[in-house]
């Protein structure tokens, strides 16, 4: 039983399109996370969401919006994408203050 | 600037032969420290958390400490199935984590 699972795996998809990514989590968790991990491997956090209420908003482009449209989902939304945007993305959700439990993480590739 | 360094970038151990990973930070209002290991081409997995100085967690062959400044990864005996990337990570008094850039350790049979 999947406990953070997100959709799809991979997305290859051409420069300046628009894409989404899903996140689902069936842990009960308040909290959700959206994170990048580029190539060398360093995990950043984008944003944080706590009961549908964005609380942490990094110094991410506007291209991104996450909406979380219930507790249990968080979608990244990107527009016009760039080369600069391949990387992989990892779903994340946690109860108040401990630790965070990642999805699989989707691999986008922007040609 | 809140800040999480991990040393060494990568180490090589021969099976059963134990060493330490570190993972030093400066941050505004330490509210925990957690250990990852993370495996290529999956997700971070989780494996402690500590709170205060002079906590210690253990699971299997991994023995987790904390002080004031900085955490260790205690190996002992390791395996090949232990080779993954070991990942740090604080969180901070206003709710956000910070990952430190990760150990990539590679177990030698």
Known sequence: DTAVSQTPKYLVTQMGNDKSIKCEQ?????????????SKKFLKIMFSYNNKELIINETVPNRFSP??????????HINSLELGDSAVY??????PGVSQYFGPGTRLLVL | EDQVTQS????????????????????SGLRGLFWYRQDPGKGPEFLFTLYSAGEEKEKER?????????????ITA?????SATYL??????YDKVIFGP???LSVIP
């Not at chain 1, 308040?30 to 991990?37: A, P, V």
């Not at chain 1, 990892?90 to 109860?95: D, E, L």
């Not at chain 2, 390791?78 to 232990?82: A, I, Q, T, V």
């Open chain 1, 26 to 38: 069936n842990l009960g968790h308040d909290t959700m996370y959206w994170y990048k991990q580029d």
């Open chain 1, 67 to 76: 909406k979380s449209p219930d507790k249990a989902h968080l979608n990244l």
């Open chain 1, 90 to 95: 990892f779903c994340a959700s946690s109860p």
């Open chain 2, 8 to 27: 060494p970038e990568a180490l090589r151990l021969q099976e059963g032969e134990s060493s330490s990973l570190n993972c030093s930070y400066t941050v």
């Open chain 2, 62 to 74: 991994l023995k987790a400490t904390l002080t004031k400044k900085e955490s260790f990864l205690h």
């Open chain 2, 78 to 82: 390791p395996k090949p199935e232990d």
């Open chain 2, 88 to 93: 740090c990570a604080v969180g901070t008094s």
């Open chain 2, 102 to 104: 990760g150990t990539s």
